[in-house]
């Protein structure tokens, strides 16, 4: 059964940092290219980045408003992904999601992909 | 960035009955290098995350039950429910993967009249 499991939320203050991690199972994690998408309290879904798998180049894209602040990371070893969050803002606070990305590239173009299956999510609070 | 512009924000639809919701984006999402629709459909129930239903515009997700369906042209897609059951009630999400960012429509509820 694939599974992904969220940790690492929790109340910050503005300014300071968190690590959030997901945990794969279930499936050949170093083939997925692996996307955290975000909702915030009562709102919709808001793509934060993604990190395609390392033989597509092992890169990652960000959305704009978390660009220079987050960073996703992986360990294909530990069938780990990570994503590091600094210099937060009242505005991150959210519900934080790992999925599974199917994006592909293919003719040297990489293209980005639907998201399946989703993780639980965990909660990241930005309050003073 | 490619817009999603989901109508209507909420339906009641009665049991048994069609609910039809509508998804436009901001430019086609139809690529020329492989004549597919790059647009998913997601069902988010509350306190769960969300679940995808359908890829490529209309292409059903195993387990998926077949009164969903998906249809669509380059920039506006329908998501159908065909006779809508008690377990359907949630929030359903559009989502292009055309180019990056992937965006999301804002969502559409859908309730038991």
């Known amino acids: 059964e694939v599974q992904l499991v969220e940790s690492g939320g929790g109340l910050v203050k503005p300014g300071g940092s968190l690590r959030l991690s997901c945990a794969a199972s279930g499936f050949t994690f170093s083939s997925a290219w692996m996307s955290w998408v975000r909702q915030a309290p009562g709102k919709g879904l808001e793509w934060v980045g993604r990190i395609k798998r390392n033989t597509d180049g092992g890169t990652a894209d960000y959305a704009a408003p978390v660009k220079g602040r987050f960073t996703i990371s992986r360990d294909d070893s530990k069938s780990m992904l990570y994503l590091h969050m600094n210099s937060l803002k009242a505005e991150d606070t959210a519900v934080y999601y790992c999925?599974?990305?199917?994006?592909?590239?293919?003719?040297?173009?990489?293209?980005?992909?639907?998201?399946?299956?989703w993780g639980q999510g965990t909660l990241v609070t930005v309050s003073s | 960035d490619i817009v999603m512009t989901q109508s209507p924000d909420s339906l009641a639809v009665s049991l048994g009955e069609r609910a039809t919701i509508n998804c436009k984006s901001s430019q086609s999402v139809l690529s020329s290098s492989n004549s597919k629709k790059h647009l998913a459909w997601y069902q988010q129930k509350p306190g769960q995350p969300p679940k995808l239903l359908i890829h490529?515009?209309?292409t059903r997700e195993s387990g998926v039950p077949d009164r969903f369906s998906g249809s669509g042209s380059g920039t506006d897609f329908t998501l159908t429910i065909s006779s809508l059951q008690a377990e359907d009630v949630a929030v359903y999400f559009c989502q292009q993967y055309y180019s990056t960012p992937p965006t999301f429509g804002g969502g559409t509820k859908v309730e038991i009249k």
């Open positions: 490529w515009a209309s």
């Open positions: 999925t599974t990305d199917y994006g592909y590239c293919t003719d040297g173009i990489c293209w980005g992909g639907f998201f399946d299956p």
